[in-house]
């Protein structure tokens, strides 16, 4: 699965389980590689068998929650990400999740919350710094904005990804509405 083989590692993991069917590690892992090759359906099926066997399972919850927000299920993934918080409140990336969530559900002020506390446990969580920079942008706060993409932007400096690109645009963006805003006043 590491090297990117996702159905291959689908039936090693069901040979796997043929061994071992209580397995909530391998439910997991099955329900990640299938979610690579879009059998969304069968993920979230593999990850409820994961919860089933070991309802303490943090990623099994986390990647559950995922998937149902792949599916834009995102009351049902918040859910998933909140039994995650429950059992680690310390995961920084579920913290994420969460916030993404929220995001999505167009809640900006409560995604802020979570990408806060993501990044007050890990400060270098890049994706968490253009989440909370996104959701700020949406509540007119493009100071604040402006900083989270710049901190996003330092931590990702080496992958020109299409998310580093449009934060450049989401700063330019920013910083003309603040410009804006100071000759109106």
Same mark, same amino acid.
């Given at each position: 699965?590491?090297?990117?083989?996702?159905?291959?590692?689908?039936?090693?993991?069901?040979?796997?389980?043929?061994?071992?069917?209580?397995?909530?590690?391998?439910?997991?892992?099955?329900?990640?590689?299938?979610?690579?090759?879009?059998?969304?359906?069968?993920?979230?099926?593999?990850?409820?068998?994961?919860?089933?066997?070991?309802?303490?399972?943090?990623?099994?919850?986390?990647?559950?929650?995922?998937?149902?927000?792949?599916?834009?299920?995102?009351?049902?993934?918040?859910?998933?990400?909140?039994?995650?918080?429950?059992?680690?409140? *310390?995961?920084? *990336?579920?913290?994420?999740?969460?916030?993404?969530?929220?995001?999505?559900?167009?809640?900006?002020?409560?995604?802020?919350?979570?990408?806060?506390?993501?990044?007050?446990?890990?400060?270098?969580?890049?994706?968490?710094?253009?989440?909370?920079?996104?959701?700020?942008?949406?509540?007119?706060?493009?100071?604040?904005?402006?900083?989270?993409?710049?901190?996003?932007?330092?931590?990702?400096? *080496?992958?020109?990804?299409?998310?580093?690109?449009?934060?450049?645009?989401?700063?330019?963006?920013?910083?003309?509405?603040?410009?804006?805003?100071?000759?109106?006043?």
């Amino acid at each position: 699965m590491n090297d990117g083989f996702y159905s291959d590692a689908v039936l090693s993991y069901d040979r796997a389980l043929l061994l071992d069917p209580d397995n909530s590690y391998f439910w997991d892992n099955r329900g990640v590689a299938l979610s690579k090759i879009g059998l969304l359906d069968e993920a979230q099926e593999s990850f409820e068998f994961a919860l089933d066997v070991d309802p303490s399972n943090v990623r099994a919850w986390s990647n559950l929650g995922v998937c149902l927000a792949s599916r834009r299920q995102f009351e049902e993934a918040l859910n998933s990400f909140e039994q995650a918080i429950n059992l680690n409140p *310390e995961n920084d *990336e579920v913290w994420n999740n969460k916030g993404s969530a929220l995001f999505s559900l167009k809640r900006y002020q409560e995604a802020v919350d979570a990408y806060e506390t993501a990044l007050r446990i890990n400060s270098h969580n890049a994706d968490a710094w253009a989440g909370k920079g996104s959701a700020l942008g949406f509540l007119e706060k493009y100071e604040d904005a402006i900083f989270c993409m710049e901190q996003f932007m330092q931590l990702a400096a *080496e992958s020109l990804t299409p998310q580093v690109e449009e934060s450049w645009a989401m700063i330019l963006e920013w910083k003309m509405k603040l410009k804006r805003e100071k000759d109106e006043d």
